[in-house]
């Protein structure tokens, strides 16, 4: 049975589903997206996906395809037309199409709005058991990291030359060898006193909506947060580490560069958060 994916006002099946060749998302990048997650037919961490659509399309100055009801409405209907019970929802909105120009086209270009589900195993994953390897790279994308951007070439980049070197993804570093993120999450190290070190929100880094749950219960656990940068040789020396995303939840890393974090395996604080971010999602799922 074909998958039934949304654009632009109607459901269709894939294999059907069309947008201009003019469509600036497709010639520019000039677009924004946003991917949640699903657990038991419900969507996780909406409300909060919608809040940073909201911040990238006004940074973008691109028009809003609808209301935040009108799109959980679309969200929902596709999870029941694909019977989707835990996977993701991807929503990508362009600026629409016009004739081929950088300057941006009259206001009232109709933005594209696109969105498909995809079935995928969440909660028990193979990864989650053992872990995952990471190298790092030189952080060349963009300077605007904070609006989530379909720009991705570079961070696709980024993990084929990390899966080149027997790594699972890959760890950004700035000029001043300070890690960034990963190329579809946020970093952590636990520290040997306990201590979780995550960088801060600036243009540098996309503001994670997984991140900011994850802290909430890392303190709510009692840990120490220190919010700045840590370097890689730091990463090396840490008892723990691990990422975050929306479609990975917690995800321990256990090794840098072919350096073991701490013992190798996945860490106790690492496996503890992952089940609590689970058992939150769940519960506030909508």
Known sequence: MSRIVYVNGSYVPESEAKISVFDRGFLFADGVYEVTAVLSGKLVDFA?????????????????????????????ELLSRNGIEEGLVYMQISRGAADRDFAFPPENTEPSLVLFTQAKTLRETPASKTGITVATVPDQRWRRCDIKTVQLLYPSMAKMDAKSRG???????????????????NAYI???????????????????ITRATVVGLAEQEGRAMEIRPFSVAEAREADEAFVTSASSFVMPVVSIDGTKIGSGSPGPFARRLRERYIAHAEETAL
């Open 190 to 208: 636990v520290k040997q006193d306990g201590t979780v070190v995550t960088r801060h929100l600036s243009n540098d880094i996309l503001h994670g």
């Open 48 to 76: 909060g996906h919608m809040k940073r659509l909201r911040r990238s399309l006004s940074e973008l100055a691109l028009p809003s395809p609808g209301s935040d009801e009108m799109i959980l409405a679309i969200h929902r």
């Open 167 to 185: 790594a699972d993804d890959a760890w950004m570093v700035d000029g001043d060898g300070f890690v960034t993120e990963g190329t579809s999450n």
